[in-house]
């Protein structure tokens, strides 16, 4: 009876590792087909050449904060995936008997803009493994975090943070209020729902959220926290 086990056990492991050998592989291979039409450099440049890009310099530090802190708290820390998050979305997802979260990191999350598509698919997030490892070994942490902030949507059209913060408060990037840069920060994640030219209910609960994320990772208080949100925008 053992032996019958340990032979399905066998069976189900090589079946299993078969399995994810062709995903990796199909993976690979999309990343390598991304990078041969375009390399790196030059889609980095491309990004960079747009009308409207905004440098990390030009943006308060509370906007990246709340970015940071609603997208990817240890971004500093990892170098382009985030295990804790990976396994978290694992969890998640299987709870959940669906692909229901995907635990990517600002740096995957810019590989995916920058070359991907949206798609919930594992070949693509394998692709988009592979990517991020490589604009890690290319680029600082501010630029990755520059590049991914101006390849993102903000909904109503808008790409970049100066053409969302223009068009939804009518500001440049640094005249944002604290409350505004919470907001903004929110919007990508649901651009459709969560702008709030189209729900500012929704809206405002998103920047709650972003906020309560900001004083778990310790760059707000609560009681800074409850200011700013009492701030009329």
């Given at each position: 009876m053992a032996k019958k086990i340990l032979k399905i056990f066998i069976i189900l492991f090589l079946i299993v590792l078969s399995i994810s050998l062709i995903f990796l592989g199909n993976g690979y291979k999309m990343y390598k087909d991304a990078i041969t039409i375009k390399?790196?450099?030059?889609?980095?440049?491309?990004?960079?050449?747009?009308?409207?890009?905004?440098?990390?310099?030009?943006?308060?530090?509370?906007?990246?904060?709340?970015?940071?802190?609603?997208?990817?708290?240890?971004?500093?820390?990892?170098n382009g995936i985030d295990i804790i998050a990976i396994g978290r979305a694992a969890l998640n997802d299987i709870k959940a008997m669906s692909f229901v979260e995907g635990g990517s990191t600002i740096t995957q999350q810019l590989a995916k803009n920058m070359y991907l598509t949206q798609e919930k698919k594992i070949t693509r997030k394998i692709a988009e493994v592979f990517l991020a490892f490589d604009i890690e070994d290319e680029y600082e942490k501010d630029e990755i975090l520059e590049l991914y902030l101006n390849t993102s949507y903000f909904g109503d059209g808008y790409y970049t943070v100066k053409e969302a913060s223009r068009g939804y408060f009518g500001k440049e990037p640094m005249e944002m209020s604290d409350a505004e840069c919470i907001m903004l920060a929110g919007i990508p994640n649901a651009p459709s729902v969560y702008a709030p030219t189209v729900n500012p209910e929704l809206a405002q609960q998103r920047q709650k959220q972003?906020?309560?994320?900001?004083?778990?990772?310790?760059?707000?208080?609560?009681?800074e926290a409850e200011n700013i949100l009492n701030t009329e925008i």
């Open positions: 390399p790196l450099a030059e889609k980095v440049e491309e990004i960079k050449s747009k009308n409207n890009y905004t440098t990390i310099e030009e943006l308060p530090q509370m906007y990246i904060n709340a970015v940071i802190s609603v997208e990817d708290h240890r971004f500093y820390k990892h972003v906020a309560i994320k900001m004083i778990k990772n310790g760059f707000l208080t609560e009681e």
